[in-house]
């Protein structure tokens, strides 16, 4: 089983600022990577598959990177909304893993 | 756009069967590949398993001895039955369309509490 590492816990940041989300894999599993985001009470929404393409829908401001192993979501500027819990998810191997999540809050 | 709906108990005893089912909108149960997902309360989520539109299906390994996913094309849905739960099976469950290994559409999610 792929073991999906995400960092920090917790990440503190203010409106408007940079976020920087990490993921890493346990073994390589090249671009099969997505990113979702959850809030409170609500199922996932994805935001990023393949490692960097954007969901339908998703403003510009998320963007992700990387391959392999070491991947990472970013958030431009923050806007109010996106204040949430974000999970990534290796869709290489069987079966399908999830990071532990990374809150992101004011 | 596709739009799915869990629906079953939210209470099971410990030892029974745990039944769920997923109403699919907006497109074909036959059509598309499904998964079921599940996050315990204050935690992550972990893949339960798939089925695909040929009916062939792939589990956890963890909960594979326990887990069966179908589909009935007639309804429009598909299921999800967990045998032998225990309160470790207490969790929100969530059904999902399955896009390239990744989930692209999700249900609401409904809360399963295992208790006698």
């Known amino acids: 089983e792929v073991v999906m590492t995400q960092s920090p816990a917790t990440l503190s940041v203010s409106p408007g600022e940079r976020a920087t989300l990490s993921c890493r894999a346990s073994h390589s599993i090249s671009s099969n990577l997505a990113w979702y985001q959850q809030k409170l009470g609500q199922a996932p929404r994805l935001l990023i598959y393949?490692?960097?393409s954007r969901a339908t829908d998703i403003p510009a401001r998320f963007s992700g990177s990387g391959s392999g192993t070491e991947f990472t979501l970013t958030i431009s500027s923050l806007q109010s909304e996106d204040f949430a819990v974000y999970y990534c998810?290796?869709?290489?191997?069987?079966?399908?893993?999830f990071g532990q999540g990374t809150k992101l809050e004011i | 756009q596709v739009q799915l709906q869990e629906s079953g108990p939210r209470l099971v005893k410990p030892s029974e069967t745990l039944s769920l089912t997923c109403s699919v909108s907006g497109g074909y149960a036959s059509s598309y590949y499904w998964s079921w997902i599940r996050q315990p309360p204050g935690q992550g989520l972990e893949w339960i398993g798939e089925i695909y539109n040929s009916g062939s299906t792939n589990y956890n390994p963890s909960l594979k001895s326990r887990v069966t996913i179908s589909v009935d094309r007639s309804k429009n849905q598909f299921s999800l039955s967990l045998s032998s739960v225990t309160a470790a099976d207490t969790a929100v469950y969530f059904c999902?369309?399955?896009?390239?290994?990744?989930?692209?559409?999700w249900g609401q999610g409904t809360m399963v509490t295992v208790s006698s």
């Open positions: 393949g490692a960097s």
């Open positions: 998810q290796q869709y290489n191997n069987w079966p399908y893993t």
């Open positions: 999902a369309r399955l896009w390239s290994g990744y989930f692209d559409s």
